[in-house]
């Protein structure tokens, strides 16, 4: 969303109750006391990616079959309780026209559309349960956000930062016949884009703490003033370049993607994003009947040209043999 939509009463409620633990974690034991048996979760979608690479294009096309459910902006501030939260909405539900997210990359945003909170159950619930625990409770809010809108839709999240987690969502997924798909763009076109982002959420943050108090809060710390790594294999990663160099998010892209060939997985797609972008009739049918999906392949196809997509400057990158180990390992994966 943009942040001119949030009020100061908003902004009070936000920084309230996302920042408490307790409240959030409290709020997540109600939904259980409320609803303490749900179904079983039944074949959900995890879209799982570094940031730039498609994950919101790809959430919003599968979201658009009214096949799924997810969490979305109208959760806010209390996006592991739908069993309540989302019955008071309905009392004061009011309809607002689409407009272009903070991001301005041509995607447009509406309280309804979905977006990536489940980091809020991974800070608050899932960090914190051992491993057994954990995919019994993990299970249970994919079940309470799956039927937050009613009985027979099948759950889907995007959530770059679960790339981090890919073992434990093939684990997940092999109990409940889940997908993850993996988008891989283009790199040099992935660290243009995220140089850019990174520019543009550090120039809003400046002139507006609460949207890096707001992406903190909501686990979003891909970029701008609040941005960390996020951290893979047993190496953390540690840029040569500083950040406001596209080679920095080109070593980044590297070394995210350098740890997708070695997760044992039987649930993972990997999707050329830039090949759907080009031809996105031929090349949605394979993800779609991964996802068990059966819907008009023409009305998705339009939906997915509608991003921005800058076009990366060669002639700015100074390091030509780490575009060429990039172009390798993209080769490798896909």
């Not at 997940?172 to 283009?186: L, S």
Request: net charge negative; charged share 20%; proline share 7%.
């Amino acid at each position: 969303m943009s942040q001119q939509q949030y009020s100061g009463l908003d902004r009070f409620l936000h920084k309230l109750v996302l920042g408490s633990k307790v409240i959030q974690s409290t709020s997540f034991e109600l939904q259980q006391l409320i609803a303490p048996k749900l179904p079983k979760p039944d074949r959900p979608v995890f879209v799982v990616g570094m940031a730039r690479s498609g994950t919101t294009t790809l959430l919003n096309l599968l979201f658009a079959t009214g096949e799924f459910e997810s969490s979305r902006y109208r959760d806010l501030p209390l996006p592991l309780f739908p069993a309540f939260w989302r019955k008071v909405h309905k009392g004061f539900h009011q309809s607002q026209s689409p407009i272009q997210r903070a991001h301005d990359d041509g995607i447009l945003v509406s309280p309804d559309s979905p977006e990536a909170f489940e980091e809020i159950y991974w800070d608050n619930i899932g960090n914190h349960l051992s491993e057994k625990d954990l995919v019994d409770s993990f299970s249970y809010y994919i079940s309470s956000i799956a039927g937050a809108s009613g009985p027979g839709k099948r759950y889907i999240s995007k959530n770059n930062n679960n790339i981090t987690r890919l073992d434990l969502l093939e684990k997940v997924c092999k109990e409940i016949n889940g997908v993850i798909i993996i988008p891989i763009r283009d790199p040099l076109k992935t660290a243009t884009s995220s140089l850019r982002m990174h520019q543009r959420f550090i120039a809003m943050q400046e002139e507006d703490p609460f949207v890096l108090e707001y992406m903190d809060l909501l686990g979003h710390r891909e970029f701008g003033k609040g941005l960390q790594w996020l951290q893979v294999g047993s190496k953390p990663f540690q840029p040569n370049y500083p950040t406001t160099e596209v080679e920095c998010w080109l070593e980044y892209w590297i070394y995210l993607h350098s740890a997708i060939p070695q997760v044992s997985s039987n649930h993972c797609r990997m999707v050329d994003f830039d090949a759907i972008r080009s031809a996105p009739l031929v090349n949605l049918k394979p993800m779609l009947k991964s996802c068990g999906v059966d819907s008009p392949y023409d009305q998705l196809a339009a939906m997915v040209t509608k991003e921005k997509i800058s076009t990366p400057d060669l002639s700015q990158l100074n390091a030509p043999e780490m575009m060429s180990s990039a172009e390798e390992l993209r080769r490798e994966i896909i």
